[in-house]
């Protein structure tokens, strides 16, 4: 198979009625695709200047020590960012809740005037440039690089607290000031106010009948009222009243288009009704319609209330990828975006803060927080069990150092789903990116700022991924008395299905592997799914839009994914795990002995395992014991706490073929 395709849906198997292209769309739909045509060669070429420049930390923007144009790289980055500003501004208007502002970092000089809450917040030096001109995002310690700036480690440390204290502050009065615009009448219901019959035909209160009766003569002040078009405050009252109710009704009326748009018929809002319910937010997003109809109908044009589009995954960038840049005013869907990476990560939060049963607000750890986290992670590391020990594993064989590095250990194993059963699949998932190759790095911190590189002694990440497959695929074989294997797909930026993997043919299978390119989990996930459900088509539907959908007798399906750091889209695809019950994940993290980033992705999957029992998660980093690992990865992926005894019979395959 081509490594850049992948599988069609098959032509056998229900498929759902209804269109089979949605035409739907809307502002925020169209400034996603707009944006979507250079998000991703912008972000990579912001990162490939970054690694130019020795700049470590992906949040820091390099900077030259002068704003006059010399047509360095800072300043070429700089032009591209400017021209980027027509469409900034596009999805800057389709985002927005009625009564911010939009604002952007792209200045030729200083921007005094800016409404740009970020301007002033910089890692750099503040200082003059050395043409003189002032420059408020600093003058900077000269390099041998084009003169560009370097970034201080302490500024550094003041800029993350600044900004952290700034996202909280501003995301706070935007919740606030959001909520404050919700309209006071509930708008599913028709309101009339209380006018008197001669109000409604005149707009003006009749005269006191009272008054009449005595003679009483009307108040000089009544007439000038009138002359000026001054109103009572009862007609005020009448006029705020009915300006709230057309406002409601036109709210009403946009919120109805929209989802008869997005959900065309009754199968459409079936799915997306299960979805709700899988995800546990239909009690949320009611409330959310009922009571805060804005928020509700701004979310529902970003696609929060349904699932993921199936194109999507395949796509370089969607509106699951967009960068979110508090400093360069990237914004995000909800009021309080200020914070995270992307949108997706925004989305996930949202969806998890948002779940039936959830008691307390989940939060993002803001940078300083989850380094702090990680390092204490790291340093929770013990010795690995002794009984364990096998001088076969991959480390000893390579000599690269002596003995095994400190492990974190697994939290005690604890079963959710019901046991593996005969009918259901295991395959495998890879991560086969260019880092799986590479000799293993771990940075080196001066504070926060990541200032080099150094090496590791230790393999390969690709060579502890073989080995951990080998010993994995042989237990399962041994326990499913197996004679074909398990399915293998590998994903970097595309996916590639391998086949069935064997005790037989696992060294001819490993070698048609080709390692290489970025990071992107959906690629490899949307794959699996359509081998499983081409395999189990009866039992299932194929969506036009959302893909493959499992009904109550499709089988279970168990995946182990080996990834060896942060995917680019992980957050988008445990936002698509949340909504489903058919599908195990057991996550091995395979990470570079005493490396923070190691440890805090290891975090951000061990609190995804806490809120999504489908998913079970295990690490290991430097020198591995594989035979430890290994038993881990099985009581998780079989729902049952393995002996010890019964992991040693698991443990002796069949001879291998040396074909």
Known sequence: MDKKSTPAPPSYGDTMSGPSRHAHTNAVIEAGKLRARDEQEMQFHLQRLQ???????????????????????????????????????????????????????????????????????????????????YNPRGSYSMSAYYGMGRPDPSLYARYLQKTLSLNASLNSAAQIAIDQQEPRINIWESIEPEISTSEKDTGKASPDPSNSEKGAKPSRFSSLRRAFSIKSPEEREIARTRKAIARGQSLRNEILHEENGRWPDNDWRRLVAEYQEHVG???????????????????????????????WANLASNPLKFSIESGSGWRGITPAWRGYEDTAEERLYWVLNHRTGITGPR??????????????????????????????????????????????????????????VPSDDTMILLDVS?????????????????????????????DLAKAIIRRFTDAMINHDHSTTGYQLVTFDDNAEYIGFLNNRNFR?????????????????????????????????????????????????????????????????????????????????LIGVD??????????????????????????????????????????????????????EELEHPPAYSEM
Request: hydrophobic residues 30%.
């Open 434 to 462: 260019g880092s799986m190759n590479f000799d293993p790095i771990r940075p080196v911190y001066q504070g926060a700022l990541i200032t080099q590189y150094e090496p590791s002694t230790q393999p390969k990440n690709k």
């Open 51 to 133: 690694l130019d420049l020795g700049i470590y930390n992906s949040d820091i923007e390099p900077e030259h020590e002068s704003d006059l144009y010399c047509n360095c790289p800072v300043h070429r980055y700089k032009q591209r960012k400017y021209a980027r500003l027509g469409v900034q501004n596009h999805w800057s208007k389709a985002v927005m809740y009625p009564g911010e502002k939009a604002y952007h970092d792209c200045y030729q000089n200083a921007p005094i005037f800016s409404s740009n809450p970020y301007q002033f917040i910089s890692p750099y030096s503040i200082g003059y440039g050395s043409f003189g001109t």
């Open 594 to 647: 005493g490396c923070p980033h190691h440890h805090r992705h290891a975090n951000e999957l061990q609190r995804i395992s806490d809120v999504n029992p489908h998913v079970s998660f295990v690490d290991a980093q430097g020198n591995t014991p594989e035979r430890f690992v290994t038993h881990e990865l099985l009581k998780r992926h079989l729902g049952y706490d393995v002996t010890m005894t019964e992991f």
């Open 508 to 588: 001819d299978m490993w070698n048609q592997i080709r390692f290489g390119g970025r990071t992107r989990v959906m690629t490899g996930w949307q794959l699996v799914k359509n081998l499983h459900f081409q395999k189990h088509s009866e039992s299932a539907y194929y969506h036009p839009v959302y893909g493959w959908q499992a009904g109550p007798e499709t089988p279970k399906l168990r995946l182990l994914l080996l990834l060896d750091g942060e995917a680019s889209d992980m957050d988008e695809f445990e936002l698509d795990l949340l909504s489903l019950s058919w599908v195990h994940v057991t996550i091995f």
């Open 281 to 311: 937010m239909t009690q949320k997003i009611a409330e959310l319609r009922a009571r805060s109809p804005i928020q509700y109908l701004h979310l529902l044009r970003a696609g929060y209330f349904e699932p993921i589009p199936v194109e």
């Open 363 to 420: 939060m993002k750890p803001d940078p300083i927080s989850a380094m702090q986290l990680a390092r204490s992670r790291m340093a929770s590391a013990v010795e690995p069990p002794p009984a364990y020990f096998s001088p076969d594993d991959t480390c000893h064989v390579q000599h690269k150092s002596d003995g095994y590095s400190k492990q974190v250990m697994p939290a005690p194993f604890r079963p959710f789903d019901a046991p593996e």
